[in-house]
C-alpha cells in the first residue's frame, strides 16, 4: 500500500503524518491488518529495537475519588465492588514495589485517586519514593497523583521521581462528555507542570469509550503537540457500575489499528500498552509489541492482568527482549531529559457515549474482567 509505504518513510524520519494518512491508517480493512502492524514495526524497531520496557503498577489509595470520569472505576458514585483503602505506608507500597521490580520491572508507578494531592500527601508520596528508590537500585519512579498545584512537581522531582503521569484521556472536543468535575485544560496544564519541573511527562489516552476515529486522532495528535516522552494506550475497561460499562466498542484487529496509529504519530516515543490489553486483545497481544516498545506487568489499578510469568513468557516467544535497567528507554536524540524532541520532527532539543443494553461487539469477552483482590491494600502477594 503506498500509504503504509509513505508511513514507514516518514516514520523512519521522525516526520509528521498527516490526519488524512492517520484517519486512513485506522480505517484500514481486517485483511489489510498484518501489513499495517508489519509496517509500523518497522518504525517501532527502528528507533527500539525489539527491547520492551516493563512497567509496574502500586495503587498508592485506591477508590472514594470525587472525581466523575465516567471510565474509571474509583469514580465518585461508581458502584463497581473494586477495593477500597486510604494512603498506603511507604514501607507498604516499597515492598508491593520490590515485586514488580524483581518481576522485572524498570519503572514503577505510584498511583493515587483523587482530584489532586494536598501539600501533606506530597509529603507522603516523597517518603515512598525515597523508600523505593533506597531498596531498588537503578528503579524509575512515576508518579500520578492528580492535578498539580504550584510547587508539587518541584517537590515530587527533588524527592527522586523520574515521571509525573496524567492522561488526556480523550479529545478536547468530548472531554466534557466523560468528566464534568475538572477540564481538558487542567491535565493539559499538569502535564506542562511536570515538564517545566524537569520531569519526564507521561501521558495517553483511552480508546473504546464510544469516540470516533477522528476523536482517536485529535488526541493522538494533541499528545504530539504536548511531547510527552511516554504515551500509554489504554483500552477502556467496562467496569460493572460504572457509566461506560455497556461500551464494548474494540475488536482485536480495532485495538491494533489504534496502536498502529499512535506509532506512525509519535514515531520515537514511549508507546505504552496499558489497561484493558487481555480483555481486548487477547490472544493476540503478542502482534501488539511490533507496535508498542512498553507494556504494563501483573495487575493494574482496580482489575486483574494476566499472570507477570505470562507477560514475561510472551515477550520471549514473540522474539523480543525485556529491557534492562542500564538501558536507555529513548533514542539518543530524546533522552537528554524531560523536554526531548518534539514527536515527528527533525529537531533535537530539548458526543457522548451511545447508551445500549447490549454489548456492541458481537463475541466481547466480559468475563474477563476480574477486579484486583490481590497485591497492594491486602494480605495476598501482588501478580508479578
Known sequence: MDLLNTLVEKGL????????????????????????????????????GRRVKLNYLVNLKSGLCPEDCSYCSQRLGSKAEILKYTWLKADEASKAAAAGVAGGAKRVCLVASGRGPTDKDVDRVSRTIEAIKEGNEGVEVCACLGLLSDGQAERLRAAGADAYNHNLNTSEATYGAITSTHTYADRVETVQQAQAAGLSACSGLIAGMGESDADLVDVVFSLRELDPDSVPVNFLIPFEGTPLAKEWNLTPQRALRILAMVRFVCPDV???????????????????????????????????????????????????????????????????????????????????????????????????????????????????
Open 270 to 384: 514511549e508507546v505504552r500498552l496499558a489497561g484493558g490489553r487481555e480483555v481486548h486483545l487477547r490472544t493476540m497481544q503478542p502482534l501488539a509489541l511490533h507496535l508498542v516498545n512498553s507494556i504494563f506487568l501483573g495487575d493494574y489499578l482496580t482489575s486483574e492482568g494476566q499472570a507477570g510469568q505470562a507477560d514475561l513468557d510472551m515477550i520471549a516467544d514473540a522474539g523480543f527482549e525485556v529491557e534492562g535497567t542500564g538501558t536507555s528507554t529513548l533514542p539518543e536524540h530524546r533522552s537528554g531529559g524531560a523536554c526531548g524532541s518534539v514527536c515527528g520532527s527533525d529537531a533535537t532539543p530539548c458526543e457522548s457515549p451511545a447508551e445500549d443494553d447490549a454489548p456492541s461487539i458481537s463475541g466481547a469477552r466480559t468475563d474477563l474482567v476480574s477486579v484486583r483482590r490481590r497485591g497492594a491494600g491486602t494480605d495476598l502477594a501482588p501478580n508479578a
Open 13 to 48: 524520519r521522525r516526520e509528521l503524518p498527516t490526519r488524512e494518512e492517520a484517519l486512513a491508517v485506522l480505517a484500514t480493512s481486517d485483511d489489510e491488518l498484518l501489513d499495517v502492524v508489519a509496517a509500523a514495526g518497522k518504525v517501532r524497531r527502528q528507533w527500539f
